[in-house]
């Protein structure tokens, strides 16, 4: 006889929601997770709600307000004086935003009657796992009828940039600075690079993002990507293109990082250097091979549109499978996996995964680009609209940014969604509903939108689409 029904491998985003998605379908359910918070205590959550997403979104919320104190106050007719910013304060406050979330969910286990197993847990044949808790070692061994992976990934370390945790750091050196540096040096211009750049670039640091691809925001429409470089550019913030890594020197004083690019060699002399090169997945030492668990040439397990592994009762899920590294996805993967358990017959859309990157302004975006819409062959039509046409973007002060919807051009089906601008996080939510069930561009343009809005622009576009818009 088993001792569960289900046995989860990590408490992130992917992990506990699967958890107590599990508890509520009526099977009994446990969690082995390992890992702590900023501090060093056992924390539920994972590297989001502890290490990632959240703490970075409490330090941009910080820096943006910092920022929009120092420099679009005044058109608003507040005098605030010499603005400083705490960072101290700023750490506490963030460490208990985290505190909080990470508490919410040791709750949620007690209240779904969720067992939460400290330690690492290892997987065994007959779907068995191995739990290492303590400095004692101390070893429990459990079983269950069916098996979740979901222990997450960890950051790239490059070997020309070791970590030091202080000076050379991943993004959780990234969220701890107990300072501002003078001078920061980003590797690395995906999301974790550009937003944790932006916080301390906000707060004073000059900053300089080296990234390696031609283009800035590859994965973004171009359109929208080419409109946030210069406004970041505007702003302060240093972004070289095509800057490959030669090698990184540290000295008492400084870290010069030399870098190439179409036009030889450069140094860039810094304080502090982030390496934000990408994350792995953390399959290493989860017992993947001892048990014959399939994995792909880079560490990621293989699994089917199902999330099932190539070994029976064994499910993965989030990032140490297939797809984009983001929480909204592990969650709803985590979901679809347990009701899966349960006998029932969900669904997980890979195409409505909404993207967002929270700079200020935000860019958000769900479906595909112009370029790849291009690149397949397919015959789009595209309806823009800025924000600088917008009532409310200009009641706010903040007139940047613009709404780009692509549409078939022979169904006008939404193919993608695309949205630069202030709250972009929260208007491609609608774009996801409309996607979801596989509207046309003219269902969002005859949606009566409330005035006066952001989501206003939204409709716009749409009607930009038929060459209609009203307001520019």
């Not at 507040?78 to 508490?103: H, P």
Request: glycine fraction near 12%; charge should be negative.
């Amino acid at each position: 006889m088993t001792d569960y029904d289900v046995i989860v491998l990590g408490g992130g985003p992917g992990g506990y929601v699967a958890a107590i998605r599990c508890a509520q379908l009526g099977l009994k359910t446990a969690c082995i997770d390992d890992g702590v918070d900023g501090q060093g205590k056992s924390s539920l959550g994972g590297v989001c709600l502890n290490v990632g997403c959240i703490p970075s979104k409490a330090l941009l919320e910080t820096s943006h307000h910092f920022y929009h104190a120092r420099h679009d106050f005044p058109a608003h007719g507040i005098r605030t004086g010499d603005v400083q910013i705490d960072v101290a304060a700023m750490q506490r406050r963030k460490q208990q935003v985290v505190t909080s979330l990470t508490g919410g969910i040791a709750l949620l286990f007690a209240k779904h009657r969720v067992t939460h197993i400290k330690g690492h847990g290892c997987l065994l044949a007959g779907r068995r796992v191995r739990v290492v808790a303590g400095e004692a070692d101390d070893e429990q061994i459990f079983s269950a009828s069916n098996m979740i992976v979901a222990t997450g990934s960890s950051p790239v370390e490059l070997a020309a940039a070791p970590f030091d945790g202080e000076r050379i750091v991943d993004s959780t050196g990234a969220l701890a600075f107990t300072a501002v540096p003078k001078r920061l040096g980003v590797i690395g211009g995906g999301v974790i690079g550009l937003e944790l750049g932006s916080v301390w670039s906000r707060l004073g640091a000059k900053t300089t993002l080296l990234v390696r691809g031609e283009q800035f925001l590859a994965k973004a429409d171009q359109q929208l990507a080419r409109a946030v470089q210069q406004d970041l550019e505007d702003e302060g913030l240093g972004i070289c293109l095509g800057a490959k890594l030669v090698s990184v020197k540290k000295s008492a004083k400084q870290i010069t990082v030399t870098y190439a690019d179409g036009d030889g060699e450069h140094k860039l002399q810094v304080d502090k250097l982030l390496v934000a090169a990408g994350r792995r997945p953390n399959t290493g030492d989860i017992g993947a091979e001892d048990i014959g668990l399939k994995l792909d040439a880079r560490g990621f397990i293989d699994v089917d549109a199902d999330c099932r592994t190539n070994l029976p009762g064994i499910f993965a899920i989030g990032d140490v499978v297939r797809g984009p590294m983001l929480a909204h996805k592990a969650s709803e993967e985590g979901v679809a996996v347990a009701e899966r358990i349960a006998g029932q017959q969900p669904e997980v859309n890979d195409a409505t995964i909404p993207f967002v990157i929270y700079t200020w302004p935000e860019i958000a975006w769900v479906g595909r680009s112009s370029e790849q819409l291009q690149a397949e062959g397919i015959d789009f039509v595209s309806g823009v609209f800025p924000f600088l046409a917008n009532g409310r973007a200009h009641a706010s002060g903040d007139t940047r940014g613009m709404v780009k919807i692509l549409a078939d051009a022979r169904t006008d089906r939404i193919l993608g969604v695309h949205i630069y601008g202030a709250n972009a996080s929260e208007l491609i939510a609608e774009a996801v509903v409309a996607m979801a069930f596989a509207a046309s561009a003219e269902d969002l343009a005859r949606t009566i939108h409330a005035h006066p809005t952001l989501s206003e622009a939204i409709h716009e576009a749409a009607l930009a689409v038929d060459k209609r818009p009203i307001h520019i």
